[in-house]
């Protein structure tokens, strides 16, 4: 039910995917019975990979954390996530409120290990591959111990996602040298160097190495990481305008964008972000769908959450967990389930 | 004698600029008399508008701000930025060590009223113009007070350098709601709506806004807006490298990148960033250029000094600083001289 567009991008988004994936891959579609079933009436073929369950209500995309969790039970976005914790589903999706998403997953599935709050966590293109950037905004306020964490996450994530055994992992800054920034992020070089942590540490790296490729795991506090991703999104979305405008306002350029437009939409292919992030450090699979996305890119972020399902990404971190220093004794995760749940 | 090249770039910068500027605008170059005069017998055109000032000695590009203090006096960069106060320049441009750069200027020519620190500032185009920005590095740590002190200079940075009367101001954050953010930015948001302040505050704006438009100065502080900023020139790398790669990846893509040549040169040019920023808040212009500028960026640097020295910002501060609610007495600025001086 959630994001901008509902069931109406939610189920052609499903039917889109569902066409590429395993026959054994299923879904819970949870929200309004009649709504959803108006909109799978027009999608025959999904009849054998859905299972509708009934939500009367729905989260509200502007209802604030604490207020969502009051009145969560029995909301589409608690079904789906209740749904992890009883073993009927191994992944949630939700394009709904980040806040809620983020606030009823803790309560519901709790964190792996001691680790404090959930990460967002997002993939970007680089030159030779995909950097792992977080937190992208579960986490405003952090202090060393927050970014460490984030480390210890990001690069069991980075290795679980793309199959990198040993990520390197570098804390987000303004300057290389070890005297830059604030304390909180020299106070996390310094823990990283010296505490004894099993990570491919690399230091510091600034904004344009996020994109540069100069490190696998860049960690961040989540209001700069918010900031920075959606600060290369503007730009990214400014720079492919400018370029339209560029080669449309000539015949001549008009001509040349005409021939080269497979390898621009190569190129345009190749700039598009996921459009699913993962919160990290749950015990369970919760992914964060962007609010306006289209059929073709949730049917993307259902892909994402398949592949990601079948990655023992949670198994990861929660060995990263203990393999911290002096770290706090964790709990077995959940049993992994059969269904991608939303 | 900064940055990464030296006066091998200053000098043929300042000479392709002069071509450019009427015959009033001269330049004192401060550095190796040598060196200097080595580089300008290539340029006989420069005679009558270059005067050398020698300097014994040289900022180093990582010598710690401190350390530039204490043995500071007699290096090329000092006397720079003492031109400005001494009267014998209007404007002082430097590829050197930017904390140290800063940090000089404002023990030479001090803060306007009773601001704190200089603030660098640098300038985003968007679809219907450009964002002011600020900080973009000069203080990692800053409170409400300091925000609003952002606020305060880059409204009358904006409107000295644009020739927009009444620009809009907005903080940057992670969302538009009042909730959203740290402490810091919530309390500067109440303070800018409540304090009485004479500015056209229009609330919070989000990363994606920086080249979006959605105000023509967005405030934040030094670590977010630094990472912010080279999180978008790094975008705009790997995005201009994308796309050379995807059209020159095949015969039918080549052809049409050549046909559309100038139309994409003129995107490229669209993007450029001024390479030369502002600091703002001091009685005296001093501005740094970024150390790897090339000749045809360093020239655009002198442009860029040459307007603003034009432009009475520092005036613009100095007003609005008066206008503040229960502003602190400001002193009359420094007279303003003839010269553009490095």
């Known amino acids: ?25 299923r879904f819970l579609l949870h929200g309004d019975q ?6 799978l009436a027009r999608r025959p073929e999904l009849a054998q990979r859905v299972e509708v369950r009934h939500a009367d209500r729905v989260v509200a995309m502007d209802e604030k954390p604490a207020q ?55 993939t970007l293109p680089t030159p030779r ?51 830059k920034g604030h304390e909180e992020v020299r106070e996390a070089n310094r823990l990283l160097r010296e505490g004894g942590y099993d990570l491919n540490y690399q230091g510091f790296v600034e904004g344009d190495d996020l994109t540069g490729g100069a490190a696998d795991v860049v960690v961040t506090d989540g209001f700069t990481g918010n900031v920075a991703l959606k600060a290369m999104e503007g730009a990214a979305r400014f720079i492919t305008r400018e370029l339209k405008i560029s080669l449309t306002a000539t015949l001549r350029g008009s001509l040349g964008a005409a021939l080269a437009r497979p390898a621009l939409e190569r190129f345009r ?40 399902a079948r990655s023992d990404f949670a198994g990861e971190i929660e060995r990263n967990m203990r393999r911290r220093p002096a770290a706090a004794a964790t709990e077995p995760g959940e049993a992994a389930a059969r269904e991608v749940s939303e």
Chains 1, 2 share one sequence.
């Open 34 to 39: 009649a709504v959803l079933a108006a909109e």
């Open 1 to 25: 039910m959630g994001g901008d567009h509902g069931p109406s991008v939610v189920i052609p988004a499903v039917a889109q995917a569902c066409a590429g994936l395993p026959s054994d891959v």
């Open 68 to 122: 969502a969790l009051r009145r969560g039970k029995g909301t589409s976005m608690w079904n789906a996530v209740e749904a992890l914790r009883e073993g009927s589903a191994v992944a949630a999706l939700s394009a709904g409120n980040t806040g809620a998403l983020m606030a009823m997953s803790k309560l519901i599935l709790r964190m792996t290990g001691d680790l404090d709050r959930p990460a967002l966590v997002a």
């Open 269 to 308: 292919d190749r700039l598009s972000p996921p459009p699913a992030a993962p919160l990290l450090g749950l015990k369970g699979m919760v992914l964060k769908c962007h609010g306006g996305a289209s059929v073709a890119e949730y049917a993307h972020a259902v892909r994402v959450a398949v592949d990601l």
């Open 129 to 179: 591959g995909f950097t792992t950037f977080l937190d992208v905004g579960a986490n405003v306020d952090c202090d060393a111990e927050r970014l460490i964490e984030f480390a210890v996450m990001g690069e069991a994530f980075h290795r679980a996602a793309h199959g990198v055994p040993r990520p390197t992992v570098a804390l987000l800054n303004v300057g290389s040298e070890e005297m």
